[in-house]
């Protein structure tokens, strides 16, 4: 008997169960709509981080406090090192140390609530040079001016707000010339920046930019910065910049071993690589979770197909009176568990494509995240492979138990 008349019996006693065909594939559906799912998120944050990064240039390093972080516990000791301080930055800032540098910037992270008058609103505030940022990141003014180098280095009071604090503490009044406080420290807003949303790793209309020393003496009370930025003549010059910073904070810091270093850098290929990296792990531990689902529908799937050659002792026993070998009834019933599997993993994959692409539009117009829906390529190739896998896995024992039936006892089954 040929395989293609094997093939279109076993498609035929499944097109004659079709509601029960249906609910025994639910499990692989849900399976496959779920790693679709997650790959395309995974996809998604991917080429969603990547765009925020874009914006800081090729030609841009951070240099942050401490050793490099090796996992969670290593990013929480790198929030409390002082390693960067006002002598570093004066050592980083001459051109005999770091030729290609073109420009330089430290930076304070110091949350809190911003006030004015009975009005409150939890902004993103931050100590670094406006001049900097604002060519960095491509932010402009709607009203106001930026504050200079004279009031970083006088430690002046002043801030540049975003679009949505100026909406939560004034409505529709003019902000500039007014006084915010910050942790009891007043502030007079100088500058309003143009609404522009999420940038990089903040929203600049949810910001409150003060200079930098100003946020350590007022604002954080330390003597020490969050980290130091800084921009290389061009992309091509990067290495070699980091080279000379490293070099000249060792020799800072009187560091002969670079295991001791108490310092990082990072370019934005390097955080591309190890947030991707991240990205990836936790992509595939979701999907490995996932995987248990499939599992779960596979035991169905074997279930079902026991059940189904009970039902069908007769027709076992007819066609084997018929001629029917061993090896034909063992691959129509392995043929029927891998269409039956390979069917769902095909409606996983639409249906996984279908809801990726509505979460995808849902985060851009709702979330207001610059959010693009990815087709995971990789996803649907290991849905198909995966659910042709469980149907063959868990059809060969039903398959095999079929094939051993005896034509006599099975023409006698009532």
């Known amino acids: 008997m040929n395989t293609k008349y094997v093939g279109k019996t076993a498609l035929r006693a499944l097109l004659?169960?079709?509601?029960?065909?249906?609910?025994?594939?639910?499990?692989i559906v849900i399976g496959i709509t779920s790693i679709m799912m997650v790959v395309s998120a995974g996809d998604g944050a991917?080429?969603?981080?990547?765009?925020q990064l874009s914006g800081l240039g090729a030609e841009t390093l951070v240099v942050?406090?401490?050793k490099e972080p090796k996992g969670l516990t290593?990013?929480?000791e790198t929030l409390f090192a002082d390693s960067l301080k006002a002598r570093e930055l004066e050592a980083l800032s001459r051109k005999e140390n770091v030729p290609d540098l073109v420009a330089i910037t430290p930076e304070v992270f110091a949350p809190g609530t911003v006030t004015y008058g009975s009005k409150t609103f939890k902004a993103t505030v931050i100590g670094v040079s406006p001049v900097f940022i604002n060519q960095a990141m491509k932010l402009e003014l709607a009203a106001g001016e930026s504050f200079g180098n004279a009031e970083m280095v006088g430690k002046a009071s002043v801030a540049i707000i975003g679009e949505r604090v100026r909406a939560e503490l004034f409505g529709t009044d003019n902000p500039i010339g007014k006084y915010i406080k910050i942790k009891n420290q007043r502030f007079r807003v100088v500058g309003l920046y143009a609404p522009k949303g999420q940038v990089v790793f903040f929203n600049v209309d949810e910001l409150v930019l003060v200079p930098p020393a100003t946020a350590l003496t007022y604002l954080t009370g330390n003597n020490h910065y969050s980290q130091i930025i800084l921009k290389a003549s061009s992309p091509e010059v990067v290495d070699r910049m980091g080279s000379d910073i490293k070099r000249t904070l060792r020799d800072l810091h009187k560091i002969k071993d670079p295991a001791d270093d108490d310092f990082y850098l990072q370019t934005q290929q390097g955080l591309v690589d190890q947030i991707g990296q991240i990205i990836g792990a936790f992509t595939?531990?979701?999907s490995f979770v996932v995987a248990i689902s499939l599992i779960v529908g596979g035991v169905g799937v074997?279930?079902?197909?026991?059940?189904s050659v009970t039902e069908r002792t007769r027709e076992i026993g007819l066609r084997k009176a018929l001629g029917a070998t061993n090896k034909d009834i063992r691959t129509q019933f392995l043929i029927e568990s891998v269409l039956l599997t390979g069917a769902g993993g095909l409606v996983g994959i639409i249906l996984g494509t279908i809801f990726s692409l509505l979460a995808a539009?849902?985060?851009r117009n709702f979330a207001d995240l610059a959010w693009s829906f990815s087709f995971p390529i990789s996803g649907a190739l290991l849905g198909l492979g995966v659910s042709?896998?469980?149907?063959?896995?868990?059809?060969i024992y039903p398959a095999s138990q079929a094939a051993k039936k005896s034509p006599i006892e099975a023409l006698r089954y009532e």
């Open 16 to 27: 004659s169960r079709k509601s029960r065909s249906a609910l025994t594939v639910l499990g």
């Open 46 to 51: 991917q080429g969603f981080i990547n765009d």
């Open 64 to 66: 942050r406090p401490g």
């Open 74 to 76: 290593g990013f929480a």
């Open 284 to 286: 595939l531990f979701l």
């Open 302 to 307: 074997m279930n079902i197909m026991l059940v």
């Open 361 to 363: 539009f849902a985060i």
């Open 388 to 395: 042709a896998l469980v149907g063959l896995g868990f059809g």
